[in-house]
């Protein structure tokens, strides 16, 4: 059974400090991964999406990267502001399904 | 630009009401789902709807049902309410071609959902 793991679940860093979020799963045979951005009270957002045969993808100020082989993700966050201040997430999906499983997310606060 | 609409966005009910929970998208997706959030457990999959007409369950289905009334309805229906199903619910939908398509998932805003 796939399951994706988080780690660490909050994180304070101050603003402007370049910071790496993580992103384990069990099972390396994956058909993508998404990174999400969920602010208070919201919904999510989608980042980044990696297909499995990608290695990393970018927008702006955020690079993620895939390495299916070992089962991580992780998600670059470069010269970080307060606005970056969310819960980020990362799901999975299973190769031949239409499901995603969802890790339980990072919470990062960035301080002015 | 709407996107994803939940309705309502809260509720309270008592336990053994029902209710029934609405999505729609205007992106012309064929794939909806369900979801709902718990403290510590992250987003967990109810149901979900590969394309019009068709549903399938996910990860905890029960005490849920579910109908695709349209490619842009997808709604939730809790028959007898339950403490438990007290969470947050949201909705959310993608384009592509079904278990082969690398399309986004886009949410809604959610509905937040307590059973008394």
């Known amino acids: 059974k796939q399951e994706v793991t988080q780690i660490p679940a909050a994180l304070s860093v101050p603003e402007g400090e370049n910071l790496v979020l993580n992103c384990s799963f069990t099972?390396?045979?994956?058909?993508?991964l998404q990174w999400f951005r969920q602010d208070p009270g919201k919904g999510l957002t989608s980042l980044l999406l990696i297909q499995s045969s990608q290695r990393e993808q970018t927008s702006g100020r955020l690079n993620a990267s895939l390495d299916k082989s070992s089962g991580r993700s992780t998600l670059y966050i470069a010269a970080s502001q307060p606005g970056d201040s969310a819960t980020y997430l990362c799901a999975v999906k299973a190769s031949g399904t239409y499901k995603y499983i969802f890790g339980t997310g990072t919470r990062l606060k960035v301080l002015a | 630009n709407a996107g994803v609409t939940q309705t309502p966005k809260f509720q309270v009910l008592k336990t053994g009401q029902s209710m029934t929970l609405q999505c729609a998208q205007d992106m012309n997706h064929n794939s909806m789902y369900w979801y709902r959030q718990d403290p510590g457990m992250g987003l967990r999959l109810i149901y979900y709807s590969a394309s019009e007409g068709t549903t399938d369950k996910g990860e905890v289905p029960n005490g849920y049902n579910v109908s695709r009334l349209n490619k842009r309805e997808f709604s939730l229906r809790l028959e007898s309410a339950a403490p438990s199903q007290t969470s947050v619910y949201f909705c959310?939908?993608?384009?592509?071609?079904?278990?082969?398509?690398?399309?986004?998932?886009?949410f809604g805003d959610g509905t937040r959902l307590s059973i008394l």
């Open positions: 099972d390396s045979a994956i058909y993508n």
């Open positions: 959310a939908s993608s384009g592509g071609g079904g278990p082969i398509s690398n399309q986004p998932q886009h």
